[in-house]
Structures are given as C-alpha cells and as structure tokens.
C-alpha cells in the first residue's frame, strides 16, 4: 500500500497559465477527492468521484476547474486562466466505499503559487 | 448547513504538560467525526475516527473523546515531536458523498 501520490509536489506559473495536477489513490480504493487548503484554514471540498463518474462538485470549484477520472484510476485537476487567488495546496485523498468504515486518507498536496 | 468549530486556533505546551483540543460540530446526523494530525507543508494523516456518543479512542499520548455535540482530543505527556495541527472533520448520514466537513485546525506547539 503505497499511499496517495501527487504530483508535482510544487507548482509556479504565471498569472494566465494553465495547470494540471495529477493524483494517483490508493489501489482499489473507489472513492476519490479533491481538497483545496489556504493558510491557517482547514481543507475544503472541491470534487469527488465514485470510479470515473464525478458525482459532487462544490460550489467553489469555478468554471475554471476541470477534474476528471479516466477508467477510475488516476485523477487529473485542471485550473485553466490561472489567479492569484487560486495559490493554494491542492489535496488529493481516496478511500474505499466499506460504508460505515469509510477512511480517507490524503496525499502530501500539490502547492500553487500563481506570480 | 454541516460546520465544524475547533479551539483554541493555537496552543502552546511544555513538554509533560496535558490539555485538550476542542471540536464542536453541527450536522444533521453524524456518521463520523475523524481526527487528522497535519504537519507543515504536508497532507493530513488520519488518526481516529469516531461513530457515536461515549465512544473513546486512544493511540499513544493521544485520546479522543466524543459527545453528541463536540469532541475532544486528549494529549497526555506530549513531546515535542507532537507539535502539529491537529484537524476536527465531519460526515453526515445524508451525503452520500462521505465527503468531510473540516474545522479550522488547532496549531500545538509543545517546547521542550
């Protein structure tokens, strides 16, 4: 059991550019999400999938998001016409659907420092 | 709307001196109450997860507790390598998501 892994793990763009994070969950795990945390404030939902279908998106994530979940492994997030105010570290978690015994465990978070 | 309330935002300890962290919740019907730790620059790690009123878990220095409205968590003796924030999240029976509701966090420092 490796772990969530993100990737990268630090990201600098410019005003205007467009990124891509990329989370690889836990094997087999079904469940997948994506965080999004600013300083001295606790993770906040941004999207979840069930296998390849996204079936929750947070009123936060603007036009400008974009994830998806090909085949239901790997997950990528898009920020397209990046801000300043999108700098934050994106975290990625998995878990897997045992209903009341539903653990999700997070990644090590990709940092976003849109200049 | 599912909220979770943590304090004190900071706390600061000398080793070997006990004290708890508080989270109320407010959700309409708990499915869980999870506590993470997350050091700096890194993802949260889980620690314990919680189910229903009077359940108690404990892991090394640390002992969570859990009420129909808050939680607490416990710290017995703590080192400094307990230094950390210390997450309070929620899910509800009605999100079928089990998506977490996450509190502010408590940042610990504990000096030797």
């Known amino acids: 059991d490796t772990g969530v892994s993100q990737d990268p793990r630090h990201k600098i763009t410019k005003r205007g550019q467009n990124v891509t994070f990329r989370c690889d969950p836990i094997s087999e795990h079904n469940r997948l999400y994506w965080y999004r945390q600013t300083l001295g404030q606790g993770p906040e939902f941004l999207t979840y999938?069930?296998?390849?279908?996204?079936?929750?998106k947070s009123r936060l994530l603007s036009d400008r998001f974009s994830a998806e979940r090909p085949k239901g492994s790997f997950s990528t997030l898009e920020i397209q016409r990046t801000e300043q105010g999108d700098s934050a570290m994106y975290l990625c978690?998995?878990?897997?659907?045992?209903?009341?015994?539903?653990?999700?465990?997070f990644g090590e978070g990709s940092w976003l420092t849109v200049v | 709307e599912d909220q979770v309330t943590q304090s004190p935002e900071a706390l600061r300890l000398q080793e070997g001196e006990s004290s708890s962290l508080n989270c109320s919740y407010t959700?309409?019907?708990?499915?869980?109450l999870f506590w993470y730790r997350q050091d700096p620059g890194k993802g949260p790690e889980f620690l314990f997860t919680l189910y229903s009123a009077g359940e108690e878990k404990e892991k090394e220095r640390l002992k969570a507790t859990l009420t129909k409205k808050e939680s607490f968590l416990h710290i017995t003796a703590p080192k400094p390598e307990d230094s950390a924030t210390y997450l309070c999240?929620?899910?509800?029976?009605?999100?079928?998501?089990?998506?977490?509701?996450f509190g502010s966090g408590t940042r610990l420092l504990v000096r030797p």
């Open positions: 999240a929620v899910t509800g029976v009605m999100d079928s998501s089990y998506k977490l509701i």
């Open positions: 959700v309409s019907g708990l499915r869980g």
């Open positions: 999938f069930q296998n390849e279908a996204q079936l929750e």
């Open positions: 978690a998995s878990s897997l659907d045992r209903g009341l015994g539903n653990t999700i465990y």
